[in-house]
């Protein structure tokens, strides 16, 4: 009798947890994580909330997390409009932001973000096997780092290979401007015309590593940042050379610039996570 009343008790939890929209400020460190950097700045700044629309039927929903932009050194986690109402599940992340963090900071508190979704969207009716990342821009660059370099989530124990697939939207895939500029002055913000490097910050620097399914999304050539299209052309090229993977893909909008990238993009994220 007592195990079928602890039983119950839990059933109502989950449930309960479950018909919530959503749920708000959950902290991605546990009190005991090592954490790089100023750990009183991470326990401010690293929290996602969980977002599960009433349109959700499945217990074992897909999942996406989502990473705002901001150039690493700005913005706030949100709900992209596209994704509300949907068949899945999103996942909003705040990570740390430079000067008052490096920027390698945000990569890791991106991949511990993710493992804490592995470990805990089970019980928000969310799949551990269908987790996606995506962000857009910054958020874009971040999903990608967590996607093609294995030693993030590893230090967590995780594997990027446990992702379903990744979905960075406009992302750089040289190593991104403010970590070329942090390494020039870490006392201030930098600009995106920083020179090219591509070194172990980049994603183009993992082409040969294993990766999960990965979807490339970008604006016009004509429109977007210099070089941002054709440098994802070029990691897309590479992966699908290098080795072989059941889904690399790249979409390039046709008419939309870096910001305005972000609503047919969005859209394609929705399309596919709806299928799932």
């Given at each position: 009798m007592k195990r079928f009343f602890i039983f119950a008790i839990a059933c109502f939890i989950t449930l309960t947890a479950c018909a919530e929209e959503m749920t708000r400020d959950l902290a991605?460190?546990?009190?005991?994580a090592e954490i790089t950097g100023d750990a009183e700045y991470a326990r401010e700044r690293c929290k996602l909330d969980v977002y599960r629309p009433e349109t959700?039927?499945?217990?074992n929903a897909p999942v996406v997390v989502w990473f705002h932009g901001g150039g690493l050194s700005g913005g706030n986690r949100h709900v992209p409009g596209q994704f509300k109402d949907q068949k899945?599940?999103?996942v909003p992340v705040n990570y740390r932001l430079y000067p008052k963090a490096h920027c390698q900071d945000a990569i890791f508190d991106a991949a511990a973000s993710v493992a804490w979704v592995f470990d805990h969207i089970a019980e928000y009716g969310g799949d551990p096997k269908k987790v996606y990342v995506s962000g857009h821009s910054a958020g874009g660059y971040l999903s990608a780092m967590v996607a093609l370099d294995p030693r993030y989530l590893a230090r967590f124990g995780k594997s990027n290979m446990d992702l379903a697939?990744?979905?960075p939207v406009s992302g750089q895939m040289t190593t991104h401007f403010q970590v070329v500029g942090e390494?020039?002055?870490?006392t201030k913000t930098h600009g995106a015309n920083n020179p090219l490097q591509i070194d172990e910050m980049a994603p183009?620097?993992?082409t040969t590593a294993v990766c999960p399914n990965i979807h490339f999304l970008v604006g016009d050539?004509?429109?977007?940042w210099k070089g941002r299209v054709e440098e994802n052309y070029?990691?897309?090229a590479m992966l699908r050379t290098v080795k072989d993977h059941n889904e690399v893909e790249i979409q390039s909008y046709k008419g939309t610039n870096h910001g305005t990238v972000a609503t047919p993009a969005c859209e394609y994220v929705r399309d596919y996570l709806n299928q799932k």
């Open positions: 991605y460190y546990g009190p005991e959700v039927e499945s217990q899945f599940l999103v697939g990744a979905f390494r020039e002055d870490p183009l620097h993992y050539p004509e429109l977007e070029l990691i897309a």
